[in-house]
C-alpha cells in the first residue's frame, strides 16, 4: 500500500510563504485525485484543495488565490503552495489520495500562523 508523508509544514509570520510537500512511497498517476485538507482544532476536517489526474485544479473559496496545489508525478509528490498567509489558515494539513478502490492519508503537518 502507497504511504504518503508530509512535510514544510512550520510557523510562519502573517502574509508569509510556506510550501507543504506530499512525498508517496509508491506511483501516485494511478490516483483519481490527489487532495489536501486542513483541520483547526475543534473543527471538522476541510478539504483545501484537490488536483485530479488530468491536472486540473480546485480550491476552497477560502484560499483561492493564495493557495496552489500542484503534482510531480515523475517524483511521485504532490505540493501545496501557500502565500499570503492568514492566522485563520492555521491547523494540521493532510494529505489524502483518492482513487475508485481506496483513500489514503498521510500523517499531517502542522502550519501555525501567527506574529
Known amino acids: 500500500q502507497v504511504q504518503l508523508v508530509e512535510s514544510g509544514g512550520g510557523l510562519v509570520q502573517p502574509g508569509g510563504s510556506l510550501r507543504l510537500s506530499c512525498a508517496a512511497s509508491?506511483?501516485?498517476?494511478?490516483?483519481?485525485?490527489m487532495n489536501w485538507h486542513r483541520q483547526a482544532p475543534g473543527k471538522l476536517r476541510d478539504l483545501v484543495a484537490t488536483?485530479?489526474?488530468?491536472?486540473?485544479?480546485d480550491y476552497a473559496h477560502s484560499v483561492k488565490g493564495r493557495f496552489t496545489i500542484s503534482r510531480d508525478n515523475a517524483k511521485n509528490t504532490v505540493y501545496l503552495q501557500m502565500n499570503s498567509l492568514k492566522p485563520e489558515d492555521s491547523a494540521v494539513y493532510y494529505c489524502?489520495?483518492?482513487?475508485?478502490?481506496?483513500?489514503?492519508w498521510g500523517q499531517g503537518t502542522q502550519v501555525t500562523v501567527s506574529a
Open positions: 489524502n489520495a483518492v482513487s475508485w478502490t481506496q483513500s489514503l
Open positions: 509508491g506511483s501516485i498517476s494511478s490516483f483519481n485525485a
Open positions: 488536483i485530479r489526474s488530468g491536472g486540473n485544479a
